[in-house]
């Protein structure tokens, strides 16, 4: 193994330009924050700040090159991007490390995935500092241990994880085509959410469904109240995924627990929303499922509909909605959250039952595709971790 910081010929950090007098700018200087990187590593350009040359001056130790590997230290730890010429010139600012490599003497896609790898969350997992906003230090970052292996080794291994990327890309992008399609059947029968042209009748949330969140307080449960088994499964963020419920990792309380807690119990027919931190995903509750009593956590709701109405077509509709509200939402911050006050303003569309059910019914259809390719997907994600292990550690 080797110590980044004796590898890499650069690892420093920015500052906000206000703090030294200086005002963000519609226009000029491209400035990359956390929230301008999505998970994958891509540039969000529409969340770029700006800063004016002057500025960019003054701030020429976080002056970003080509193939720097920007590393974020606060809030969202352990995001990572590649930077590249397009977006040239740009500068940074204290959130995110710049790390730079000196040519020949590593090959920086294969950095990138080694500050993927398990290995190195673990590493910063212990160095986390700070309670209200978790963030590592520079030194820290100069101590992550590097896989010392040679660089013909290193190119091989960034060809192996780059081929298994782009098939992973290719599902997401199959399964992005799917989504659209599904939106452009409900598009064809209501209108478009997003340009607000739904058809009538449109009723406040509050009108739809019951929104209730989990309990809290003292009662809440605490570490030592959960367990592999018992009489209540208490759902947390591994729960409820993009696919709706995963049991894969459960959780209980016990039966007195449970009837401590005032809010959050489950029935038949509710949906389940994450509103912190992955914001979004969507759960039903139907009587397939084999758990009689659940409780939500306090990073979801329950949504409770008070009318008939088709649960797959309420799903689906609240996705689209929920595309427009996430956008108002920083992505980089350490927890994203959707309150219930926010939700208390959506406007949705309840049109003839008939409609909702052929709409669910066109659903299940791509339904079958959907978990063909997810399946799929599964695959190679798993196929990555193992690669990952292999390599990383």
Do not use: W
Not at 267 to 277: A, I
């Amino acid at each position: 193994m080797a110590r980044l910081g004796d590898i890499a010929s650069v690892v420093t950090k920015g500052t906000t330009p206000t703090s030294l007098g200086f005002a963000f700018e519609n226009e000029g200087i491209n400035f990359i924050k956390i929230e301008s990187i999505e998970e994958d590593g891509s540039f969000i350009k529409e969340k770029f700040g700006h800063i004016s040359e002057e500025c960019d001056r003054a701030l020429s130790r976080s002056r970003l090159q080509e193939n720097d590997i920007l590393f974020s230290i606060a809030g969202a730890i352990g995001r990572t991007a590649i930077v590249t010429s397009e977006i040239l010139p740009a500068n940074t600012n204290q959130a995110l490390a710049i790390i730079r490599i000196p040519k020949g003497k590593i090959d920086y896609k294969f950095l990138d995935y080694a500050l993927h790898s398990g290995a190195i969350v673990d590493q910063f997992e212990k160095k986390k500092q700070g309670v209200a906003q978790l963030n590592i230090s520079l030194a820290d970052v100069r101590s992550f241990q590097i896989p010392d292996i040679s660089i013909q080794e290193q190119s091989r291994i960034v060809a192996i994880l780059g081929k298994v990327n782009r098939l992973i890309s290719l599902r997401k992008q199959q399964l992005q085509k799917l989504d659209d399609l599904v939106k452009s059947r409900f598009v064809e029968l209501f209108g478009d959410p997003s340009t607000k042209s739904l058809m009538l009748p449109i009723k406040p949330m509050p009108e739809v469904c019951e929104i209730i969140d989990g309990d809290r307080g003292v009662n809440y449960p605490k570490q030592e109240d959960f367990s592999e088994n018992g009489y209540c499964l208490f759902l947390n963020a591994k729960n409820v995924t993009k696919q709706g419920f995963n049991f894969d990792e459960c959780l209980f309380i016990t039966k007195e627990k449970d009837e401590s807690l005032r809010k959050g119990k489950l029935k038949r027919g509710d949906v389940v929303l994450t509103t912190r931190g992955t914001i979004g995903n969507l759960a039903f509750y139907t009587n397939d499922i084999p758990f009689e009593h659940i409780r939500i956590n306090s990073g979801m709701v329950l949504l409770r509909m008070k009318e008939e109405i088709n649960e797959r077509f309420f799903i689906e509709q609240f996705k689209f909605l929920l595309e427009d509200i996430k956008k108002t939402i920083a992505s980089g911050s350490a927890q994203p959250q959707l309150p219930i006050s926010t939700m208390n303003k959506i406007k949705l569309l309840v049109p003839p039952l008939e409609k909702q059910e052929a709409f669910s019914n066109y659903i299940s259809k791509v339904d079958n595709n959907h978990l063909t390719i997810q399946h799929g997907l599964d695959k190679l994600e798993l196929l990555k971790q193992s690669f990952m292990q292999k390599y990383f550690g």
